[in-house]
């Protein structure tokens, strides 16, 4: 963090990489790349966090933190999709939230030299990427799980059509 | 994002809360919260950003996504509890990461006010809190998970004691 950084409250971070997709605009992202498998995407490291990806590829599954650069709103209360009704930001996954914070859970296909290969992918073409950590069956795959307003659209086996987010 | 956080390439975040829990030292911290379930923790909204937590109350679990404040440094590989091996840094779950971002799944026990009440908690007390998003079982729970380093530890239903992360 920079001197003035610390002095105004702030955090100062900074991109580690880019993300590549296939979708290039918002409209295009399935509700979540689970659902929509076949999708395959790339992210691209800086050079000097290259050798952060040492053994990650003895992983299925990796979790990418990243930023919601195309949010130019913030707000505390949204409309999801598949929805009339607002609920508080922090029930749903909008992008448009107090620091436009993304997170993904996303399928490790392969990793060469500066690029991880990966699918189930719902991040927009060109996003700057902040962090990616391994994805622990033991810590996080949860039993038990209920999810609120969700549920009723996914009850039955059901799975919902693709719409914006 | 201000003007001068543009021009420097730096993307520029604010702690939306506080997150207060048991633990007033590194040392103290559980490998992580599922294996240490009794401990209780709060969060603490600053109040404009109250309202954002409405139906997140229906939901079981969040994920909290916070600033590493304690971590004075960034490594590219990192030895982590339980190893006498180093790996990269994104195949593991240290705070001394780029970006110093935190990530945890937590159980929600109630909502009232500007505080979140939780249990399964490995956060460090007074840490500043940058997100909340609701834990969805239908994105975040996966199947066939491999965890690479760590498969070894947990292995016949393995947990190990508490070590530091």
């Known amino acids: 963090m920079t001197e003035m ?19 290039k605009e918002s409209k295009d992202i399935p509700i979540q790349g ?9 992210l691209e490291l800086k050079d000097k966090y290259v050798p952060g990806l040492k053994d990650l590829d003895k992983f299925s599954h990796a979790i990418l933190i990243y930023y919601f650069h195309k949010s130019e709103r913030e707000e505390i209360e949204g409309m999801p999709f598949l929805e ?22 996303v399928k490790i296909k392969s990793i060469k030299g500066n690029r991880m290969y990966f699918t189930e992918v719902d991040i927009l073409d060109r996003t ?19 999810s609120g307003w969700l549920e009723k ?6 799975i919902p059509n693709k719409t914006v987010i």
Chains 1, 2 share one sequence.
Request: net charge positive.
């Open 5 to 23: 950084g610390k002095i105004m409250g702030q955090i100062i971070m900074h991109s580690i990489g880019i993300i590549r997709s296939p979708y």
């Open 128 to 146: 700057p990427l902040l962090d990616i950590k391994p994805y622990v069956g033991y810590f996080d795959s949860r039993d038990n799980v209920i």
């Open 34 to 42: 689970t659902f929509k498998r076949e999708a395959e995407a790339w």
């Open 153 to 158: 659209h996914f009850k039955d086996g059901n």
């Open 84 to 105: 009339q009704n607002k609920h508080g930001i922090f029930a749903i996954r909008s992008p448009h939230r107090p620091n436009h914070i993304g997170f993904s859970i």
